[in-house]
């Protein structure tokens, strides 16, 4: 979701083909999640606060990885497109 919009991108004929080879939880839909499909993976701010200390860079926002991980996916030559997932993964459901 982006400005209280939800954004739906369809998958490609080779991510529906990936997503129907993964193991189902029997809990829920999700599929990026840490309670067996019931919520989407979440706990980001606890996360960043982990890198944060073992790190001891604290200059930065999870958005700001957001766009390291796209500029070095352009890097490889993926496109755009494949590149979305990275994003909006933690509300995808299959």
């Excluded at 991510?15 to 499909?37: C, K, N, Q, W």
């Excluded at 390291?68 to 459901?93: F, I, M, N, Y």
Aim: glycine share 10%; hydrophobic share 35%; with cysteine.
């Amino acid at each position: 979701m982006k400005g209280g919009e939800e954004h739906v991108v369809p998958p490609t004929p080779a991510a529906v083909a990936l997503l129907e080879g993964l193991p189902r939880f029997e809990g829920g839909d999700f599929i990026l999640t840490t309670t067996a499909g019931r919520r989407p993976v979440s706990g980001f701010s606890k996360a960043k606060a982990r890198l944060d200390e073992l790190s001891g860079v604290t200059d930065y926002t999870i958005h700001d990885l957001w766009r390291t991980t796209r500029t070095g996916l352009s890097v490889t030559g993926a496109t755009p497109c494949c590149c979305v997932p990275t994003r909006s993964s933690r509300t995808a459901r299959w």
